[in-house]
């Protein structure tokens, strides 16, 4: 099941590759760098009278700490993606120190563009963009605070340090774009490959993995699953699965539709302190009848955990899922009614499916608009539009 964030199966979707293969892009990039960094060296040790001045330190750094880093990174199998983030740690701290005292030299500007790569390459897609943002931030910084560090020195043009910068944000783009429409089929070849085109039902071997996942959810957390099991909804894993079929399926026939709504009940806490937590079952297993009797036959209740549910509407559209949202919150109070002392309400952000999104950016997007019901007075559905574009826009991965 694809998280926006990422798919962690070994690597995110999307991605360069797995571990083996990055290591196996290393052996050939390494190297290469180790030598462009001894070149530069040379070109900067021939402007002063010594070798090895603040101008040239910085370009040994990366050849003294690569090699045995990449040694290490190739015969370790415990560390996992740590070792890639200490290596995208040191280009970025090399490249950072290089311009404190380089930048009125245009050959360091030929290592800018390259960096979004690199960080795609170590720590994939998503975390390369934030990498990539706080070394331009960085750089920024240096270039203007370039001639008091180095007693008036002038840096490069700002025309050619902004062409430098702008080939970097072209690059991200790229990578951002390519991520996207990787991840999008990638998605599609994985249910091609796990569900039975005539009948929709899952082949025997993905079935049997998410029969395995929920197994060891079960033996990692059995009380929920027997909570979970009393209030007749979905657990967590195989309810994303779910989600991720349906969403799945409107990749392939875009005229298709799935919305989502996520379902948290207004102010659960204090009833579970004020009353005990047998008041709080009460009240969830009454909500949980209360959904399943009104959503549709093929729609799907899922328990994200605590007082949070998802419901999932395949085949509807946003319109049609809000206005059963808005019946079922209307319903609560009065179904609810004598199962605590405090009236029990509900919060809804609804959403619908965008196609390419991954879940944890369609969850995320649920998860600011049932907020942002909360804060607008609790009780309510919110769905997109209902709150400005900055709120609806944002993502915060809730899987």
């Excluded at 290592?111 to 170590?122: D, E, F, Q």
């Excluded at 033996?219 to 969403?247: F, I, K, N, Q, W």
């Excluded at 049609?320 to 109070?333: H, K, M, T, V, W």
Aim: aromatic residues 8%; neutral net charge.
């Amino acid at each position: 099941m694809a998280k926006a964030s990422p798919d962690r199966a070994g690597y995110e979707v999307g991605g360069v590759g797995n571990r083996a293969e990055r290591i196996r892009f290393l052996f050939v990039i390494v190297p290469l760098g180790v030598v462009a960094s001894l070149v530069m060296f040379y070109i900067e040790s021939r402007h002063g009278e010594t070798p090895l001045t603040l101008r040239t330190l910085p370009s040994l750094v990366f050849p003294i700490c690569a090699l045995p880093l990449w040694y290490w990174m190739s015969r370790s199998t415990g560390t996992g993606e740590r070792i890639f983030g200490v290596m995208a740690l040191l280009i970025t701290l090399s490249l950072l120190w290089g311009s404190l005292f380089n930048f009125d030299s245009p050959i360091l500007l030929v290592w800018i563009p390259v960096m979004p790569l690199a960080y795609v390459l170590l720590l994939g897609h998503v975390r390369s963009l934030r990498w990539s943002a706080g070394l331009m931030a960085g750089l920024s910084a240096i270039y203007v605070l370039f001639p008091a560090i180095n007693q008036g020195a002038q840096p490069v043009a700002p025309t050619v340090f902004g062409v430098s910068l702008l080939a970097a944000g072209v690059s991200m783009m790229l990578s951002w774009h390519h991520y996207r429409e990787l991840s999008v089929y990638q998605r599609r070849l994985r249910e091609q490959a796990s569900y039975d085109a005539l009948t929709g039902a899952m082949m025997r071997e993905p079935g049997l993995e998410v029969l395995a996942r929920c197994m060891a959810q079960v033996d990692r957390r059995p009380g929920e699953a027997v909570s979970v099991a009393l209030l007749g909804a979905m657990m967590r894993e195989p309810g994303l699965e779910v989600l991720a079929r349906c969403m799945a399926q409107v990749d392939r026939r875009p005229g298709e539709a799935v919305s989502v709504a996520l379902l948290d009940l207004d102010d659960f806490k204090r009833i579970n302190d004020e009353e005990g937590h047998q008041a709080g079952d009460r009240v969830l297993r009454g909500v949980a009848a209360e959904v399943r009797g009104h959503i549709r036959r093929g729609d799907y209740l899922v328990r994200l955990g605590g007082e949070e549910f998802l419901i999932v509407f395949p085949g509807m559209r946003a319109e049609a899922a809000y206005a059963l949202s808005d019946g079922l919150r209307e319903r609560i109070p009065a179904v609810t009614d004598g199962l605590s002392r405090r009236p029990v309400t509900a919060s809804i952000g609804l959403v619908q499916y965008r196609g390419g999104e991954t879940a944890g950016q369609l969850l995320g997007r649920a998860d600011v608009l049932m907020y942002a019901a909360k804060t607008g007075g609790k009780n309510r559905v919110c769905r997109d539009g209902d709150v400005g574009d900055g709120l609806s826009g944002q993502t915060e991965p809730i899987l």
